[in-house]
Nanobody
Framework: QVRLVESGGGLVQAGGSLTLSCEASGRTFSTYGMSWFRQAPGKERDLVATILWTAGTTYYADSVRGRSTISRDTTRNTLFLRIDNLKPEDTAVYYC????????????????WGQGTQVTVSS
């Protein structure tokens, strides 16, 4: 079992930047990939960015591509997401998710989820 704890959310003005963290504990040696999702009020949970844990290969949703960076520190078992030029539409609860196998990762069938951290962008 892997436990995920997000942090770094808060209230930010439009145009600002924010870096979210997700600390993993437990059976982290089995990490294949991790992802960030977000869910705005009344909307479905959407994928924001993903990263392969060992190779570092990344993917970004169109909504954040070009102004965000997903990264990880394998020695600290911590996942990061930096978003620049924040927009009011970035307001959401941000979740990190863990996948232990390539199959789970490719199918987005994650093994563990964090509790989420709120990001609010004011205009």
């Amino acid at each position: 079992q892997v436990r995920l704890v997000e942090s770094g959310g808060g209230l930010v003005q439009a145009g600002g930047s924010l870096t979210l963290s997700c600390e993993a504990s437990g059976r982290t040696f089995s990490t294949y990939g991790m992802s960030w999702f977000r869910q705005a009020p009344g909307k479905e949970r959407d994928l924001v960015a993903t990263i392969l844990w060992t190779a570092g290969t990344t993917y970004y949703a169109d909504s954040v591509r070009g102004r965000s960076t997903i990264s990880r520190d394998t020695t600290r078992n911590t996942l990061f997401l930096r978003i620049d030029n924040l927009k009011p539409e970035d307001t959401a609860v941000y979740y990190c998710a863990f996948a232990s196998t390539a199959q789970n990762y490719s199918r987005r069938q994650y093994d563990s989820w964090g509790q989420g951290t709120q990001v609010t962008v004011s205009s």
